[in-house]
């Protein structure tokens, strides 16, 4: 088991090193090509974050895992919302000045019904994930048409103090190639090791998904959200949150269900599923305001953090029994 341990810990540090190298030489590229600031922002660096659950759960699903897939889709959701933006708030509390919760989070919490409402009947199937597939590219096209619009100037501040310094054209091909190769590679490992664990425990690979692999498929987005709040950018670290789970569910969730089509555990629907819809409306229970500032509190961010880890303790209860 050592062995699988010191994969899936090599896979992560593999993961977290190659997938900001990757954003880096993509968003650089795509500058020297002349695309927008804030379309980089918006498209790129949302993709880039969330590469690593892509790239898992494009792997764990060729290669027939696709509870593993599901599970980190999920997982990392909740591991977003719940560890993520608790710890950010505990940190920082985050006063959101954009209009970000009036734009981006009703579409959040809508594809997240969505997402719930196309594998209530247990499966998720070939035309579940072409259905949130075709939704991503409707939602790029609608923030295209948003940032070419002119998105809100805080915004817009805010993603352009995160691009990452300008490099050659030649220098961000490479480190776009290096970045896609090293995420291909931390990938492979993460669920080898992910499945060998998950084997040697006796559990499902769904479980190890929603826990270790989601976990650790976030720590770009723990990272980014943490370094954001530090620097006073509130607006962003709720941004990047929010776009990664955009992505986990409409770009990762698809992939089990275009490539391995089938039924769904029912602990997902009962328990994994609910959890996810309930935090993603607390988001908006603890920072709307009628008074117009909206604001995560420390407070907030305990809850969020409470939650989590006895969504953790569900499911390690749940494994015991």
Known sequence: MW????AILAGLMLLVVTADRFVAGAAALAQNLGVSTLVIGLTIV???TSAPEILVSGMAAFSGN?????????????????????????????????????????????????SFLLVLDGELGFYDGLILLLLLFVVLFYMWRVATRGADEILAAEIEAEMPDEMPTNTAVMWLI????????????????????????????????LTIVALGTS???????ITSALKNEPDLAIGNVLGSNLYNLMAVLS???????GPVAAEVLTRDMPVMVAL????????WSLKGTHRISRVGGILLLLAYFAYQGWIITSVVR
């Open 3 to 6: 062995i699988e341990i010191a």
């Open 46 to 48: 949302g993709f880039g």
């Open 280 to 287: 993603t409306l607390a988001i908006g229970g603890l920072a």
């Open 66 to 114: 696709a509870g593993l897939a599901i599970g980190n889709a999920i997982g990392s959701n909740i591991a977003n919302i719940g560890l993520i933006l608790g710890v950010t708030a505990l940190i920082v509390p985050l006063t959101i000045a954009s209009k970000t919760l009036q734009r981006e989070y009703p579409i959040v919490v809508g594809v997240t019904l969505l």
């Open 255 to 261: 992939i089990p269900g275009l490539v391995a089509p």
């Open 178 to 209: 290096l970045g896609l190769t090293g995420l291909l590679i931390a990938s492979k490992m993460l669920v080898w090791g992910a499945v060998g664990i998950a084997e040697w425990l006796g559990v499902s690979n769904l479980i190890i998904g």
């Open 219 to 225: 720590l770009p987005e723990l990272a980014a959200s």
